[in-house]
């Protein structure tokens, strides 16, 4: 069974500095990954998603399927930027069932 | 902006009573999801709805919970009876079609068993 593991709760770090949320995988065929992110009293949304290859609010994340990794990163980091993150993977084919990892709170200290 | 629509936003029920939440995705969206979010924990799906019909619902438990997308609109979930261990948070999702996979999620229902 696929498995999507973030293995930190939560990551402080000052404004400006770099950010890197880990997420990684377990899964046999090709996966695809999302990040998704709810700020504070906000819905759950997308953030990205790799078949995008797109940034979006700074953020970006590479497929690594050596590594099975799909980490997010920003280079410098905003108060704005604080929030729950959760990585998702969904099955080719799988219906668009989204299998989630256990989100890490990002804060962002000034 | 068209959003999900859940409701109630907030349910505390009496173990073993009956409890219902209700969904109403963004309108022409076919794919309708219910997941649980435990406190510390990410979302779990529980039932996954194609227009009408149920494509998934391998991890819902269905001695005590049911789900419902009569029309292929909006949703109904129910559980009967609610046990202490059912307090979470229920989120509905939906999505234009199984082939588009970005999920637009609704605010959730928060449900507290006494």
């Known amino acids: 069974a696929q498995r999507v593991t973030q293995p930190e709760k939560l990551l402080s770090v000052f404004k400006g500095a770099p950010v890197e949320l880990k997420c990684n995988y377990s899964y046999s065929g090709s996966p695809e990954l999302f990040w998704y992110v709810q700020y504070s009293r906000q819905r759950l949304q997308l953030l990205l998603r790799h078949i995008s290859r797109e940034s979006i609010k700074g953020f970006t994340a590479d497929l690594n399927k050596g590594e099975t990794s799909f980490h997010l990163k920003k280079p410098f980091a905003q108060e704005e930027d604080s929030a729950m993150y959760y990585c998702?993977?969904?099955?080719?084919?799988?219906?668009?069932?989204?299998?989630f990892g256990t989100g890490t709170q990002l804060k962002v200290e000034l | 902006e068209a959003e999900v629509a859940q409701s109630p936003r907030y349910k505390i029920t009496e173990k073993s009573q009956a409890v219902a939440f209700w969904c109403d995705p963004i309108?022409?969206?076919?794919?309708l999801y219910w997941y649980r979010q435990i406190l510390g924990q990410g979302p779990e799906l529980l039932v996954q709805f194609q227009d009408e019909s149920v494509v998934d619902d391998s991890q819902l438990p269905k001695d005590r919970f049911s789900a419902e997308r009569l029309k292929g609109v909006d949703s109904t979930l129910k559980i009967q009876p609610a046990e202490l261990g059912d307090s979470a948070m229920y989120l509905c999702?939906?999505?234009?079609?199984?082939?588009?996979?970005?999920?637009?999620f609704g605010q959730g229902t928060r449900l507290t068993v006494v």
């Open positions: 999702a939906s999505s234009l079609a199984q082939g588009n996979t970005e999920a637009f």
């Open positions: 309108s022409g969206h076919a794919t």
């Open positions: 998702a993977l969904s099955l080719t084919g799988g219906g668009n069932k989204l299998t």
